[in-house]
């Protein structure tokens, strides 16, 4: 097991880090074997002289919230996966196809199925088992009051309404990998509050989790790209205010809120670190920062794993 773990990983290697991979410059690539079994599992398959796909993941123990880049490498032309009940499109990248699998902060911990579904170039069908585990993340609580003129957005439909409009942006899939290269932070500063925080407002019950990363900056401080992509979205909600929302392609996007302004429009390309608007106080927010969303496959997940390593790149 141990040599066949340590081949796999040299054949690996050459093939994904030597290049650069296609889920992440410098990734940290892991080879599975959660269960010990999983790539000694023969795929079930056509006859066929191409080879069996393998399955490279950036980590094989993800965080509630955090995200796994499954890269299959082989003769595909296409493919899925599910994990959890919800279904992925792969997305082709240089060397692989891919796709960022992530954890709901919801989502139970353990250890849970995964299946990859794939096409091979001969027309071929076949699919793979796989595991990812989940490990538990420990949500901040914070009890936050805001005065009369906010107090309207904390109507429960003002909430629904506009994660309806996100969840439209979120959901959409671009069949191409628009990012490069390892994610950074849109502004300097400190974290203010952390994703996932669990929220009491003007004494309310806490609900909810708190749905993106806020970084303390000073108003005006220009908000950089974290990666490259395309402007999916630049306007004014009621709850992020001035927003803007990258699409990094393969179902992968950031969402910038709470702008005083705008630096794009939508449609327009952006490469990383390019600005995109301007630290502000708008929506519902009681002082300047950047609340930092990132979203994979329509499930919200804590912008900050993408650059602190715990997804495994
Ligand atoms: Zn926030």
């Known amino acids: 097991m141990r040599i066949r773990r340590r081949a796999l990983f040299a054949w690996a290697a050459g093939l994904i880090v030597g290049c650069g991979g296609d889920g992440d410059d410098g990734a940290v690539i892991t080879i599975s074997t959660p269960s010990g079994s999983s790539l000694l599992t023969t795929p079930t398959v056509a006859p066929t002289s191409a080879p069996p796909p393998e399955i490279v993941t950036s980590a094989d123990s993800i965080f509630q919230a955090g995200a796994s880049v499954v890269s299959v490498i082989g003769d595909l032309s296409a493919g899925t996966i599910t994990f959890l009940n919800r279904t992925y499109q792969l997305t082709k990248g240089a060397r692989s196809y891919f796709a960022v699998i992530p954890a709901d902060a919801d989502d139970p911990v353990g250890t849970h199925p995964m299946k990859v579904d794939f096409v091979l170039k001969n027309g071929s069908k076949g699919s793979m088992p796989y595991q990812l585990t989940i490990r538990k993340t420990t949500w901040t609580v914070d009890a936050i009051t805001v005065g009369p003129q906010l107090a309207p957005l904390l109507d429960p439909k003002v909430t629904a309404s506009e994660l309806a409009l996100l969840r439209g942006v979120y959901s959409r899939y671009t069949p191409e990998k628009l990012w490069d290269g390892p994610w950074v932070l849109p502004v300097g500063g400190d974290i203010t509050t952390r994703f996932g925080e669990e929220r009491s407002y003007n004494g309310a019950p806490v609900s909810g989790h708190h749905s993106g990363t806020d970084l303390g900056a000073a108003a005006g401080t220009p908000v950089g790209a974290t990666n490259a992509g395309?402007?999916?979205?630049?306007?004014?909600?009621?709850?992020?205010?001035?927003?803007?929302?990258?699409?990094?392609?393969?179902?992968?996007f950031s969402g910038y809120a709470h702008m005083s302004s705008f630096a794009v429009a939508e449609g327009e390309m952006v490469a990383q670190g390019d600005p995109l608007g301007f630290v502000g106080s708008t929506g519902l927010s009681t002082g300047a920062h950047l609340h930092w969303e990132m979203s994979a496959g329509g499930v919200l997940v804590d912008p900050y794993r993408f650059t602190d390593g715990s997804n495994g790149f």
Do not use: F, P, S, Y
């Not at 001035?242 to 392609?249: E, F, L, P």
């Open 230 to 252: 395309r402007v999916a979205m630049a306007r004014q909600v009621q709850l992020r205010g001035n927003m803007v929302i990258i699409d990094h392609g393969g179902g992968l």
